[in-house]
C-alpha cells in the first residue's frame, strides 16, 4: 500500500513538472512557507552560494513576525516526536542602533498536554565596519550547500526534511566575520558543549571549542574550509559548488575528525533552472550511518513544484539506502487558502510505519 502510494505520488509530481516548462515563472513569496533564517547584514556573496541567514537591508528598527501551527494525525505514529506539530514560532529583529542588531527566534510546543517554549536563535550583532561583524549569542551561520545533510558544516544541526518547518536552531557561539567580495573569514569560539529541552545551556556547560572557516567567491563557484577542535577533537571539512551551464548547481562535501571512521562524503546535483520547480540528487557516504534510515551508501532525491497561480506548492523526497532495500519517502502537498494562512498534507513512510498528517497555519 505504501509503495503503490509512493509510485501514485511521484507520477502526480512528475506531470505537474512537465506542465510547469510552459508556465509562468513564480515570484517568491514568504507567504508560501515560513519565515527564513534571520538576516545578518548586506553580503556581496557570489552567485553560486545563497547563504542561509541571507540579508535584507534595516528598512525599519524593528520587525516581528509570529506564526501558529495546528497538526491532525490521521494515521498512528509509532515516533512521539511532534515537535513541528501543535504550536507557534516568534521572530524577532530589531536596530536600536545603526550599527547594533539584536534577534530572537523561538518556537512554542504545544504535545501531550504540556506546553513549552524553545530558543532557537537569540542574541546581538555588531558591526564596527562595513565587513566586520562581531555576533554574540546562540546563531545558526551555515553555508554548506547539502540538501539535509552536510559534512563540511560540523557546527550546525542537520537540516530538516524539505517541506517541512526549515530548520532554525543555532548554537551558543561568539563570532567574529570579515567578508569581502571575493572572501569571508569567520573565527567561531563556541563556550557551551550542552543544551537542554528548552535550547538553553546547561546547569554547567563546558566549553565546546573553537572554529575558522575561509570561503573565497569565484565568478562561478565557491570553495569552503573549514577546521576547529570539538571537544579536544581536531575536526575538518570542505565544500565546493559551482553552476553548469547557468542551470544546474554540481557540489560536492568532505568531513571528519581525526578518527578515520568519522569520516563522510557527499555528492550533489541539483536543477536550479525554473522558479516553479526544482530538483536536487544525492550521494551521501558515510561509516557511521545516517539518522532517518541505517546504512553508509545513500541516495538521496528531492524535487519540489509549484504552480503559477501560486496556491499550490508541491514537494517529494526519497532517501534509499542502497546497500538494503530500506527507504523514506516524505511527500508533501500545500494550499494558500489566503495571504495569511496555508493548509498542508503529509506523508511519510519510514521502515514500515506510514504516517498521514494534515497541517494548518496562520502568519501574523
Not at 532554525?168 to 567574529?176: E, N, P, Q, S, T
Request: with cysteine.
Amino acid at each position: 500500500m505504501s509503495t503503490a502510494l509512493a509510485l501514485a505520488f511521484c507520477c502526480i509530481f512528475l506531470l505537474l513538472a512537465l506542465q510547469a516548462a510552459g508556465g509562468t515563472p513564480l515570484q517568491n513569496s514568504d507567504d508560501l512557507g515560513e519565515a527564513q533564517a534571520l538576516p545578518e547584514t548586506p553580503r556581496q556573496a557570489s552567485p553560486a552560494l545563497a547563504p542561509e541567514d541571507a540579508p535584507l537591508p534595516p528598512s525599519s528598527s524593528l520587525s516581528v513576525r509570529a506564526s501558529v501551527h495546528l497538526k491532525a494525525q490521521l494515521s498512528p505514529a509509532k515516533s512521539s516526536d511532534d515537535t513541528h506539530g501543535n504550536g507557534g514560532e516568534l521572530s524577532i529583529q530589531g536596530y536600536p542602533r545603526k550599527n547594533i542588531q539584536g534577534f530572537f527566534d523561538g518556537h512554542g510546543i504545544y504535545n501531550d498536554r504540556s506546553l513549552w517554549g524553545v530558543l532557537d536563535q537569540g542574541g546581538i550583532r555588531l558591526y564596527p565596519d562595513e565587513h566586520l561583524v562581531i555576533a554574540l549569542g546562540k546563531e545558526r551561520n551555515r553555508r554548506a550547500p547539502g540538501l539535509l545533510i552536510s559534512p563540511s558544516d560540523f557546527i550546525n544541526p542537520p537540516e530538516n526534511l524539505p517541506g517541512t518547518r526549515p530548520q532554525r536552531a543555532g548554537v551558543w557561539l561568539i563570532r567574529a566575520s570579515y567578508q569581502s567580495q571575493s572572501q569571508a573569514v569567520d573565527f567561531f569560539i563556541l563556550p557551551v558543549d550542552h543544551t537542554n529541552t528548552y535550547g538553553f545551556p546547561t546547569h554547567d556547560p563546558q566549553l565546546w571549542g573553537s572554529a575558522l572557516r575561509y570561503s573565497h567567491f569565484f565568478a562561478k563557484a565557491d570553495f569552503s574550509l573549514s577546521v576547529g577542535q570539538l571537544a579536544k577533537t581536531k575536526v575538518y571539512g570542505a565544500s565546493l559548488q559551482g553552476f553548469v551551464a547557468k542551470v544546474w548547481k554540481l557540489y560536492g562535501e568532505s568531513g571528519g575528525s581525526e578518527s578515520s571512521s568519522s569520516q563522510s562524503h557527499l555528492l550533489g546535483l541539483g536543477f536550479e533552472g525554473s522558479d516553479t520547480f526544482s530538483l536536487r540528487a544525492e550521494l551521501y557516504r558515510n561509516n557511521r550511518g545516517l539518522g532517518l534510515i541505517p546504512g553508509k551508501t545513500l541516495g538521496l532525491l528531492s524535487g519540489s513544484f509549484a504552480e503559477s497561480t501560486k496556491l499550490y506548492t508541491l514537494s517529494l523526497t526519497l532517501a534509499q539506502n542502497l546497500e538494503t532495500y530500506q527507504h523514506l519517502s516524505f511527500s508533501r502537498i500545500e494550499w494558500l487558502a489566503s495571504s495569511h494562512q496555508v493548509v498542508g498534507g503529509n506523508y511519510l513512510y519510514q521502515t514500515k510505519n506510514p504516517q498521514l498528517s494534515m497541517d494548518w497555519s496562520y502568519t501574523f
